[in-house]
C-alpha cells in the first residue's frame, strides 16, 4: 500500500510494482491485474480496539501506531513502525461517538443477520478536524504493533475478560488500565515496497526474548535461535524485532 500526496506519486508507485503483484496468480496477469484507487484522507490514525461477545462489546485502552518508516512522519508506509497508548486524538466525545456510531453497530448488526461476533475487533479509524470520524478497515485481531501497548497498561487479567467474552457477559465485566503511558517500537532490517531497499539476509543482534515471562539478553553475537550452529534464522524484509 502507498500512501501518495500528489497524483505523480501514485503514477509513480504503481509504475515500480513489479506485475507479479497485479495479477492476483495469472500467469499471464492480463485479465486479473488490479490497482485498488481510494481517496486521500487527512487527519490522525488511530485504534480503535474492543472485545465482543456477540452482542455486548468491551473497549479496550486506545493506542495509535507509527506507519511511516521514518522520523517525522516521512518515508514509505509500513505495517506499523511502533505504537503508543492512550491516543490523546481520542477524546471522550469521539470514544462515544466512535462506540456509537461505528462498533455498536457493527456488532449489533451482524448479530441481528444471524451471524455473531466474538472475539477482538479492530476498527482503523481516521480522525479528521472537527472531530469527523472514518473507518479504514476492521480485522478481527489485536492490532500489530498495538497489542504490547495496550497489554501492558493493563490490569485486568486477560484470561478473565476472553473468559466472559466465551460466556456473553462483557457488559458485567470492566477492562482496568494503568494511567501510565506505554510505547512499543519495532526495528527492521529491510524497507518496505517493491525497490526493497536495505539488508535482506541481516542477521538481528542483541535481540530480547522473552522465555517464560522473564526477558532474556541475547549476546550480540547471537541471533534468535541463541548459539550454535543453528544460529541461521534471518528476517526476510519484515519486522525483525520489537520493545
Known amino acids: 500500500m502507498v500512501v501518495a500526496q500528489t497524483v505523480a506519486e501514485a503514477h509513480a508507485a504503481v509504475d515500480q510494482f513489479p506485475g507479479d503483484d497485479f495479477t492476483g496468480g495469472s500467469k499471464d496477469g492480463k485479465d486479473t491485474a488490479r490497482v485498488v484507487v481510494e481517496a486521500f484522507l487527512t487527519g490522525e490514525e488511530a485504534s480503535f480496539i474492543v472485545m465482543a461477545d456477540g452482542r455486548n462489546v ?40 466512535a462506540l456509537r456510531e461505528i462498533i455498536l453497530p457493527t456488532i449489533r448488526g451482524m448479530a441481528d443477520e444471524g451471524t455473531p461476533f466474538t472475539g477482538f475487533l479492530y476498527a482503523g479509524l ?30 485486568t487479567p486477560l484470561g478473565q475478560l476472553i473468559q466472559a467474552g466465551i460466556d456473553g457477559r462483557l457488559d458485567q465485566v470492566e477492562a482496568e488500565g494503568s494511567p501510565q503511558r506505554a510505547v512499543r517500537g519495532a526495528g527492521r532490517s529491510r524497507l518496505p515496497g517493491p525497490s526493497g531497499a536495505g539488508r535482506r539476509d541481516h542477521r538481528p543482534s542483541g535481540t530480547r526474548q522473552c522465555r517464560r515471562g522473564r526477558p532474556l539478553r541475547l549476546p550480540r553475537r547471537h541471533g534468535p535461535e541463541g548459539p550454535g550452529r543453528g544460529d541461521q534464522r534471518r528476517p526476510s524484509a519484515g519486522r525483525d524485532g520489537a520493545g
Open 58 to 97: 468491551l473497549a479496550l485502552a486506545t493506542s495509535q501506531d507509527h506507519k511511516r518508516l521514518l522520523n517525522g512522519d516521512q518515508g514509505p508506509n509500513t505495517g506499523g513502525m511502533g505504537a503508543y497508548s492512550p491516543a490523546p486524538v481520542i477524546t471522550p466525545d469521539i470514544h462515544a461517538h
Open 126 to 155: 481516521m480522525i479528521g478536524k472537527g472531530g469527523s470520524l472514518n473507518t479504514l478497515e476492521f480485522n478481527c485481531r489485536l492490532g500489530d504493533p498495538e497489542t504490547q501497548a495496550i497489554l501492558s497498561r493493563l490490569k
